[in-house]
Nanobody
Framework: VQLVESGGGLVQPGGSLRLSCAAS????????MSWYRQAPGKEREFVAR????????DYADSVKGRFTISRDNAKKMVYLQMNKLKTEDTAVYYC?????????WGQGTQVTVSS
């Protein structure tokens, strides 16, 4: 099982980034996919979730209206489009796959929002 995040980097406040997570080694279309983040000195927190079929999404209040989660089951990919980034969005962003009794995490990708 592998989840590999990419797309992180340094961006100015107000800018945009698109994170990607490539999945392999499990039945991707059966799993709900989520993004979490962890800022220095803070606990890991939920950012966004998408159902296995992509019809249902859910967001943390702090990112609602700015971030969009999506997935492509044919490519086994999940994405996080991040717009209007703020300095407080700075964190390591993790991809997570969940199914009944199963839970996988990626290694994370750093997002830094700074002028």
């Amino acid at each position: 099982v592998q989840l590999v995040e990419s797309g992180g980097g340094l961006v100015q406040p107000g800018g945009s980034l698109r994170l990607s997570c490539a999945a392999s080694g499990f039945t991707f279309s059966s799993y709900a996919m989520s993004w979490y983040r962890q800022a220095p000195g803070k606990e890991r927190e939920f950012v966004a979730r998408i159902s296995n079929g992509g019809a249902i999404t859910d967001y943390a209040d702090s990112v609602k209206g700015r971030f969009t989660i999506s997935r492509d089951n044919a490519k086994k990919m999940v994405y996080l489009q991040m717009n209007k980034l703020k300095t407080e969005d700075t964190a390591v962003y993790y991809c997570r796959a969940t199914f009944i009794g199963y839970n996988y995490w990626g290694q994370g990708t750093q997002v830094t929002v700074s002028s």
